[in-house]
């Protein structure tokens, strides 16, 4: 079963919302892949996710570090760019976080091995329209966010 | 085998080792669960099981320490303890593989532990020498590998595997795999076991 | 600046005789005496104090071992009551910290009231009498002071790239070894985490091993084990964390968590006094934050980056144009060569002191990639100028804002940038005639380092604060919440 949705934003605002709205879905263990040009809103995306988990303390892209790990509670939510990676199959640990119950977010999932990804997961895709206007693309395999988009797709009519 | 007062550690799994023995004898032997909490935890029990003893660090003789492989971060943490005891207090150190350290010395042990990415960190052991070395193997080939050889204990965390069999480190056989071989001649030199190389 | 009258206290070498003879004739204490105590006294520190150029004051004094007492200290008589003297004691008792002194002493003639006031002021206290003490008969009075104990520290820094250790006393660094792991990450274009935490843990020790030596001391003399407890890579933080926390327990000395950029801010203790208020610019590979300090441990983020730090900036810019990692240091260097002739936007932010690079950043990428697609050449060197030009005036321009509303008198930076030579030059054109005082650490002091962590934890040892055994890293440590562990 796939389940698809596609969802236009216009300005930060509805971007925050959209994260919001998005957030208590993504339970412990979910896999979220999130893709798209550079300056086309993943980050922001993540930093939204952590806001509406009341975290709102500074966000940044883990570019530099790889891996930046956030504890909200008792929650872990992992936030990884694989763009240094460039598809060097190294073992780095990254199976470690992703295998776990934590929340975990990667950008670029493109440049890791896809045994890594083996695990059900959402798909996030975020296209630049223009300035201010973004193309959310939701794609999953995964039953356990059956609800997610039947919920969107009310929510956004999309 | 190593006389007087030793302090025997592991933390390449999520389960944190820490031991004590007085020459033969066993004087403590815990295992703690803390996920996550290892870099924050493993120095306090050591320090609370040496309290118990009203034991200070000083008076420790050598020190036994399981250098993988397994999770990088506990690994790495055990190491740091150990290291740093053994080159400030001038104390021996031995340095096994974590595999090892939870054989059953007189059986037979297979030891397995979940590496991830559907494969096993998998070795075989008697009487503390191997039978086959630690390495990676894909879960398949494990289960395969078990079902052939049904006559070994098996030890680890076989979860991963479907198995139900989650054991803790038996001391006494971690001691008695200690040896002029794992002896260490240089402690700053030592490194972990990592199998994954970068 | 008034008066334009610079003082300068100088130590006294054997070549500086004929000045001491002619500065110095008529004391009761001889030149000849302050010559031994410059040449065969090795317990013996003799320091002028210059007036422009001008000797105005002497003062020497001996340590031995954790006591020490002053010989003498004059001020010329022209120039008294204009506070020379208590510069000079002020002088002798930081150094006599550095040294680990713990007692100073003293004798004063009974009639010698200034004197006596003076330091009665600095904090001496009236022991005893010893009669018949001077040349002419007169008693002397003993006065002593207790010196604030100044911890011997050893500090840990392990949350990159970099393991380093250190030993100081006070603001002497008696040690500070850094083993370097840049050449090992420059393959992956960048720092590569796991690469990191494992050369920390092997290369620890020999920096432990080497730090010792260097400074000659046995680690049973450290009063306090300082450590960075982030922010940082988490697994390299691990590592110094488990070493600092066992040598804390095997000695039984304070451990102390540092925050890795208030260790920044504070690397410039090592070249001035902090004034306040001031404004700490930190700008590195992984943080771009303006923070102003009204006091000793007090830090306010009034500015920080909303997408990507300076450093990475730099590192994606110099990678996306082919250069070799770290880029920061290519990108100073060919900017020299080049002009800024490409055009690049402006950055915006939304909060008046925040920075934001990753506009600037794209601008780049795309540019580089539409002139490789279209087959024409890229002109590196222009393009770092243009870049460093644009990037680096947004930084300033922000600082500018900052030091005039919050009426800063020192402007500290700090981080692995600070080394960049167009942010100096850019920072001193404003900033050299200006009342506000401008700092850069010195060169070896400017990337991470531990004497930067032993500053900062000299500070938190003064206050008692130091963590318990469960102390864990944050890698994600904000600088206000220093206090938190």
């Known amino acids: 079963m796939k389940y698809s949705c596609e969802i236009k934003i216009s300005g930060t605002i509805a971007s925050k919302e959209l994260a919001f709205f998005v957030a208590p879905y993504l339970k412990a263990s979910s896999l979220i892949l999130l893709s798209g040009d550079l300056g086309a809103g993943k980050t922001t995306f993540v930093r939204n996710f952590l806001l509406s988990l009341g975290y709102n303390k500074s966000v940044t892209s883990p570019t530099f570090n790889i891996v930046k790990t956030y504890e909200v509670g008792h929650t872990f939510v992992n936030h990884i760019d694989a763009y240094r990676l460039e598809g060097r199959d190294e073992e780095i640990g990254l199976d470690e976080l992703i295998e776990s119950d934590d929340i975990t977010f990667i950008e670029w999932p493109i440049y890791l091995n896809p045994r890594l990804l083996m695990k059900e997961h959402l798909d996030i895709d975020i296209k630049i329209l223009n300035n201010d206007e973004r193309l959310y693309v939701f794609n999953s395999n995964a039953k356990a966010y059956e609800s997610l988009f039947i919920n969107l797709k009310e929510r956004y009519h999309a | ?198 | ?485």
Request: with cysteine.
């Open chain 2, 1 to 198: 085998m190593p006389s007087g007062l030793g302090l025997f550690l592991d933390s390449a799994e999520t389960t944190m080792f820490v031991g004590l023995m007085k020459d033969e004898k066993t004087l403590a032997s815990n295992s703690f669960y803390y996920p996550r909490k290892q870099a924050e935890l493993l120095l306090v029990e050591i320090k609370n099981t040496l309290d118990k003893f009203s034991y200070s660090p000083k008076d420790l003789n050598y020190i036994a320490v399981g250098i993988g492989p397994g999770s990088f971060t506990g690994v790495r943490i055990a190491l740091a303890i150990a290291k740093t005891l053994a080159f400030s207090l001038d104390l021996k150190m031995y340095v096994i593989s974590s595999l090892l350290a939870y054989a059953k010395y007189d059986e037979p042990s297979i030891i397995c532990f979940d590496a991830r990415g559907n494969r096993t960190y998998f070795a075989c052991y008697k009487k503390g020498d191997y039978i086959i070395k630690e390495t990676i193997l894909n879960n398949d080939d494990v289960k395969k590998f078990i079902l052939e050889h049904a006559d070994f204990t098996l030890r680890g965390n076989f979860k991963h595997l479907g198995i139900d069999v989650n054991s803790e480190i038996d001391i006494f056989s971690f001691y008695r795999s200690l040896n002029e071989n794992n002896l260490v001649k240089d402690v700053k030199a030592i490194k972990p076991i990592y199998l994954k190389d970068l």
């Open chain 3, 1 to 485: 600046m008034r008066d334009n009258v610079e003082l300068k206290i100088v130590e006294v070498k054997a070549e500086d005789e004929e000045i001491i003879y002619k500065f110095c004739d008529g004391l009761d204490y001889f030149p000849s005496a302050i010559m031994h105590d410059v040449i065969d006294n090795d317990f013996g520190k003799v320091f002028l104090l210059y007036r422009n150029d001008e000797v105005v004051g002497i003062i020497d004094y001996w340590i031995t071992f954790d006591s020490s007492t002053l010989a003498m200290i004059y001020i010329d008589e022209k120039y008294r009551r204009l506070g020379y003297a208590k510069k000079l004691m002020n002088f002798m008792f930081e150094d006599l910290k550095n040294e680990g002194v713990k007692f100073a002493s003293l004798e004063v003639r009974e009639h010698n009231l200034s004197a006596k006031s003076l330091y009665l002021s600095l904090g001496y206290e009236f022991i005893n009498v010893k009669e018949q003490y001077y040349k002419d008969g007169e008693d002397a009075l003993y006065y002593v002071k207790n010196i604030e104990p100044s911890p011997l520290i050893l500090a840990i820094e392990s949350s990159c790239d970099e393991t380093s250790i250190a030993i100081t006393r006070n603001k002497k660094i008696l040690s500070n070894v850094i083993s370097s792991q840049i050449e090992k990450h420059r393959v992956y274009g960048g720092v590569m985490p796991e690469l990191a935490s494992r050369l920390h843990i092997e290369n620890i020790l020999y920096v432990l091993e080497t730090a010792l030596k260097d400074a000659s001391v046995m680690v049973e003399e450290i009063d306090a084990i300082a450590f960075t407890r982030g922010p940082g890579l988490v697994g390299a933080l691990h590592v110094g964390l488990e070493v600092a926390k066992t040598l804390s327990y095997i000695y039984d000395i304070p451990l102390i968590p540092v925050h890795h950029l208030a260790g920044h801010i504070y690397a410039n203790e090592y070249v001035t006094e902090l004034k306040f208020p001031l404004l700490a610019v930190v700008v590195s590979g992984g943080n771009s934050e303006l923070v102003i300090m009204r006091d000793h441990l007090q830090f306010d983020i009034i500015g920080r980056t909303v997408d990507d730090a300076i450093g990475e900036c730099y590192d994606k810019v110099a990678r996306v144009m082919g250069l070799p990692y770290p880029g920061g240091v290519e990108i100073d260097r060919l900017a020299k060569k080049g002009r800024a002739t490409y055009k690049l936007p402006i950055p915006h932010t939304q909060g008046l002191y925040d920075l934001s690079f990753s506009g600037l950043k794209t601008h780049i990428i795309n540019l580089v990639n539409s002139l490789n697609m279209k087959g024409e050449t890229l002109n590196k060197e222009d393009l770092a100028c243009s870049f460093q030009e644009v990037a680096l005036a947004e930084i300033v321009k922000k600082v500018e804002l900052a030091a005039k509303n919050f009426n800063v008198k020192q402007i500290l930076v700090a981080g692995g940038v600070s080394s960049n030579s167009r942010l100096k030059e850019m920072l001193h054109n404003i900033y050299d005639n200006s009342r506000i005082e401008l700092f850069f650490p010195p060169l070896s002091l400017c990337g991470d380092n531990a004497a930067m962590i032993a500053r900062f934890a000299h500070h938190l040892y003064l206050k008692g604060v130091h963590a318990s055994l469960d102390v864990g890293v944050d890698p994600n440590w904000e600088i206000t919440d220093f206090n938190d562990f």
